[in-house]
């Protein structure tokens, strides 16, 4: 069973990301137009998981650039530098931009920025912590015109 998030675009039927059934950890579906759409949806979902970011200004502006040798490894590679950034920074983020995702020697690459604000436990609702991403059930599937990315949590 899907429980569907109301992160839906503006104009938009298509949820931006949905929870699935998992028994102890935060099992994802984010999906987008694109890859980098995708993997932007990826972020808010995570986030999401950890306080409700439309609570969440768009105050700090960070650059984010990250590499992987295929798509899941920049997806968790991705992921994981979003809540390294959170653990050092206390900083919270609602708004991802990629702009690029680019194909490489060893791989591919990632660059983004990302919007956010400092933690505050008055104005950000604690839901639960995020431990890590893993590779556990992780998928990636692209179609001509969408494309939809599956992780799970650690929570």
Known sequence: MCHPNLKANKGEKKPRFWFLEHRADAYIAAQGRTL??????????????????DKVKPEYEESVEVEGFDKKALLYNWLEALLVKFELTQNLY??????????????????????????????????????????????????????????????
Not at 36 to 53: D, G, H, K, Q, W
Not at 121 to 149: F, L, N
């Open 36 to 53: 980098e759409e995708a993997f932007e949806n990826a972020a808010l979902a995570t986030f999401e998981v950890m306080t409700e970011t």
């Open 94 to 155: 609602r708004e991802f931009k990629i702009q690029d995702i680019e194909k490489i020697p060893s791989g591919l690459r990632l660059k983004a920025t990302i919007y956010g604000e400092r933690f505050d436990p008055k104005k950000h609702p604690q839901k639960v912590g995020v431990k890590a991403v893993t590779y556990h059930q992780m998928m990636i599937v692209q179609k001509p015109d969408e494309v939809i990315v599956k992780f799970i949590l650690d929570i």
